[in-house]
């Protein structure tokens, strides 16, 4: 670990600094991430497939292409070569950790990154997260090491579920009927995945939080050393955000539940009051990650929380990079566009601290 450090301050060193590229995989949140690049003064470059390069460039948010037919090929040495070249910064995201996942970004990818990446493992390991967000002070629901402990109603979650896919609701009632607990429920999972049982990853046994959901966005700038309050979305959920339109009798006939399968997201403002929390939340969480991992949390970050009908926010999951929820407010929101005084959203603001680092000669700062 400690010499692809070294080895990437010295690839910084060496980058014409006139010339940098900000490169993403086209997914995921590429279009914020590029245009916001572009509205900085930098040259952009996506990479992926040909059909995924065809739709970004359609947007003309790309500069420059590089196609891959699989995205792991960017491990290969000739391909980091070629981006190494074009003194590309790379910019995480949901994609880029599910594609190349965390173990090579920390020890195989040899380009400079914006953000940390030591970080990611804490946003992929549920024990990770939870040590981090615990001791942070963050609220998150009770987990349940089997479903035998079951006493209230749980969501029961695998990990490899891209984007909450197959994900699902249980009631002690439910349980109480079914002789053997695990049995029942990994026969669901295989239903719904299509997946056989034997091929199922381990489970994880959530407390199921009634509320709203809340997706907060943060910024941790290093160079201003502050935790900034970026916004909020929820996500848009097939079919649990749908459900309502069903009579609840009709429910009961057809046996429906509710899945979980991210089709998109919506902004959403808060009630002032909750405000003092969110941002106290956000100071100790951005505090807590420079102890678990230098240089800390850098650029975007994302708490993903219910909040419950007395206004308690608790937290499931947290994300150590840009999330795909801040495709909403592209150019901006109600409380970036005060905070800034002017619009402001998650890509252009990652491309913004990129140029305020190499104004002031840091971009070791922010980059890993
Ligand atoms: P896609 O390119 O849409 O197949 O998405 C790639 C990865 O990003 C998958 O793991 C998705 O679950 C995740 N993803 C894409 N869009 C969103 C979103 N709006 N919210 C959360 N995750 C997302
Ligand atoms: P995740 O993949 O963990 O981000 O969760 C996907 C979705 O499942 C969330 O957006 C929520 O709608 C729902 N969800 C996750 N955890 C909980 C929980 N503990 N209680 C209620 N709903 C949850």
Redesign the pocket.
């Given at each position: 670990m400690g010499d692809l450090r070294a080895e990437i301050r010295d690839i910084i060193y060496d980058y014409d600094e006139d010339r940098i590229t900000i490169a993403t995989i086209g997914?995921?949140s590429a279009l914020n991430i590029l245009r916001g690049a572009q509205e900085e003064g930098f040259r952009t470059l996506v990479i992926g497939t040909k059909d995924r390069i065809k739709m970004y460039q359609r947007f003309g948010v790309v500069d420059l292409e590089y196609t891959l037919n699989n995205m792991k090929d960017m491990l290969d040495p000739k391909v980091q070569d070629d981006l190494k070249e074009l003194n590309v910064i790379l910019i995480p995201h949901?994609?880029f950790v599910?594609y190349l996942g965390t173990d090579a970004i920390q020890h195989e990818l040899k380009i400079p990154m914006f953000g940390n990446r030591y970080l990611l493992p804490y946003e992929s390991d549920r024990k990770l997260s939870a040590d981090w967000l615990k001791t942070a002070g963050v609220e998150m629901p009770r987990t349940f090491e089997s479903l035998d402990d079951v006493d209230r109603p749980v969501i029961v979650k695998f990990d490899g579920a891209?984007?909450g896919r197959g994900y699902f609701m249980l009631s002690e009632e439910e349980l109480q009927k079914v002789e053997n607990r695990t049995d029942y429920v990994l026969q669901k999972i295989s239903k719904a995945t299509g997946k056989k049982i034997k091929e199922l990853p381990p489970l994880f046994i959530q407390e199921y939080i009634f509320g709203v959901p809340a997706y907060l966005h943060y910024f941790y700038s290093p160079l201003k050393e502050e935790t900034e309050f970026m916004g909020v979305d929820r996500?848009y959920e097939s079919s649990v955000d749908n459900l309502g339109r069903i009579p609840a009798s009709k429910q009961l006939e057809t046996n429906i539940s509710p899945t979980y399968t991210?089709v998109?997201?919506i902004p959403i403002v808060l009630r002032e009051s909750l405000i003092p929390k969110v941002l106290e939340m956000g100071d100790n969480i951005s505090k807590r990650a420079y102890e678990l991992a230098e240089p800390g949390i850098v650029g975007p970050y994302c708490l993903e929380t219910m909040i419950t009908e007395d206004l308690r926010i608790i937290a499931f999951e947290i994300s150590a990079r840009i999330?795909?929820?801040t495709?909403v407010w592209i150019p901006s929101n109600p409380y970036a566009y005060i905070y800034y005084k002017e619009p402001m959203y998650a890509g252009k603001r990652i491309a913004r601290e990129i140029k305020n680092a190499l104004r002031d000669g840091m971009l070791g700062e922010i980059l890993t």
């Open positions: 997914s995921h949901g994609s599910a891209g984007g996500r991210v998109g997201n999330v795909a929820g495709n």
